[in-house]
């Protein structure tokens, strides 16, 4: 007969192992344990203009949906891409122009866009010096550190100067250094002006390097910045798993649509210790003020011919490709019923 002693330690150890065995479970409405599904999400770069994405995360969402996520930063869509193709990432977020590349270049398991999440650029001119009345013609003859050349953030300030009259070969853009570094070389003396993202845009403000003094998704208009990608035969394989990402993805698009920018802060914070408080409010009411983030994240075929536009005149695509065989809507529009 097995003593009360060693009955009462046996079940603790069957309490221990099941902790270990359960660790990366959740519970179910009814109580039961439910294993996560592991994907690793390659992200272009960490931003905040990516908030919902971020809130998504911290609010759970993902575990929500059955999703264990592993997030790691690309530091360019070239990077970001090759982690997709290789399968060292299963989903990868970053600009579509990506998927058109090796779509062209004949790849034979396509790289499918199925949920965009910014409508506008989210980079900022900035200068050596602040400028009250800031015109784009002021760049004619300077020199512009403007992000990898066949990039979203070099493409777009193109297209926006373009827009107000101005041919980019009149602006000496420098497209040798990656947009991930832009910050830092504009900090060692390069360039008159930047092309930046947040936080590093507000980063060079703090320091007292450089001045924000125009916005690319003001004067840009509504252009599909940055989307979630997957290659044709993951999106198949595993769609069930792709749906409880979308789905998650959209409660965190609703949040940001409906909370202030300093709960929105309050969420994403631990994404970004090394902003302050204060601005990472200013740089989420910044983005929330340029209506950065849509409604929902379905991709839509105008979205992405304005897209091939802006390709096509910064001479980085010679014809159109069709939008049936990149987008696939079905996720975005599932999550938004």
């Not at 060693?6 to 150890?13: D, F, Q, S, T």
């Amino acid at each position: 007969m097995i003593s009360l002693k060693k009955a009462a330690a046996c079940a603790l150890a069957v309490l221990l192992c099941a902790g270990v065995v359960t660790g990366c479970a959740q519970k179910d409405g009814a109580g039961f344990s439910q294993k996560l599904e592991k994907v690793t999400l390659n992200e272009v770069a960490h931003s905040i203009f990516y908030a919902p994405m971020y809130v998504a995360i911290e609010e759970g969402y993902f575990e929500e949906a059955g999703i264990e996520l592993d997030l790691v930063t690309g530091f360019g869509a070239d990077k970001t891409m090759t982690a997709v193709l290789t399968g060292e990432a299963d989903i990868g977020f970053m600009g579509s122009e990506s998927s058109i590349y090796t779509y062209v270049q004949g790849i034979e398991d396509p790289v499918v866009n199925f949920a965009q999440l910014t409508q506008r650029a989210g980079n900022f001119v900035v200068a050596r010096e602040p400028i009250e009345d800031f015109d784009w013609s002021m760049l004619v003859g300077a020199g512009v550190l403007g992000g990898r050349a066949g990039g979203m953030p070099e493409m777009v300030f193109e297209y926006v100067l373009k827009k107000n009259g101005i041919d980019p070969e009149e602006v000496n853009i420098d497209k040798s250094i990656d947009f991930g570094s832009t910050a830092a070389a504009f900090s060692g003396g390069k360039g008159e002006y930047s092309i930046e993202f947040e936080p590093y845009a507000t980063s060079l403000e703090v320091k007292g390097d450089g001045y924000i003094v125009a916005s690319l998704g003001e004067a840009s208009g509504y252009v599909p910045y940055t989307a979630f990608c997957a290659t044709a035969s993951y999106l198949e394989e595993h769609a069930d798993t792709v749906q409880g990402f979308v789905n998650a993805l959209q409660k965190g698009l609703d949040y940001v649509n409906s909370h202030t920018a300093q709960e929105i802060a309050a969420v994403i914070a631990p994404q970004f210790t090394e902003t302050e408080e204060e601005n990472l409010v200013l740089i989420v009411e910044r983005y929330a003020a340029q209506d950065t983030w849509p409604e929902t994240l379905i991709f839509s075929q105008e979205s992405f011919e304005l897209l091939e536009q802006i390709l096509i005149e910064a001479g980085e695509l010679q014809e159109t490709v069709s939008y049936e065989a990149l987008v696939d809507t079905t996720f975005a529009e599932k999550a938004a019923e």
